[in-house]
């Protein structure tokens, strides 16, 4: 998969790394970081990476800016509207993160381990939906948990359509 920010630049994770792309297909430049997917990227084209590092903040001409361990990372992160960043983990923890680099809350399923890749999905109204396993979970902006979910099978990332429902798969 592939992000583009919002001055065009292609943004893919590939074996080498963070790989920027210009519009008319040149490599900009190449930062190899182990990575989890494709990167959240804010509204200014800060982008904020999920991997074996924790979650990694680059600035659109690939310069890190800083960088929050975080253990247990599998998959990229979301970006709320406010701009706090969601980070789920396979140690079955979901993480807001300031853009300055600062946790703002924690929230932890009570589950060992979650297998699953899913980055959390953010709806319009705040509310942050995250799987873990075969739970889906609901929670408050403020990490004040809504509602779970427990499905028969695994579920993959959470998605929200236009109307607000969610789907997972």
Known sequence: GAAVGPEGTIYAAGTEGLIAVSESGDVIWVVPLPLYGIPAI??????????????????????ILW????????????????????????TAMLYAIESTGHESWSFTTGAQTCANRA?????????????????LHALTPAGLHR???????????????????IYVG
């Open 147 to 165: 509602w779970q979910f427990n499905a028969p099978g695994v579920l993959r990332a959470p998605s929200i359509g236009a109307d607000g429902s």
């Open 67 to 90: 960088t929050l361990p975080i253990e247990g990372v599998n998959a990229p992160p979301s970006i709320g509207s406010d701009g706090t960043v969601y980070l789920a983990t396979r």
């Open 119 to 135: 980055s959390p999905a953010v709806g319009l109204d705040g509310t942050i939906y995250f799987a873990c396993d075969r739970e």
């Open 42 to 63: 804010a509204d200014d084209g800060t982008l904020y990476l999920g991997g074996q590092q924790g979650l990694t903040t680059m600035d659109p001409r690939g310069s």
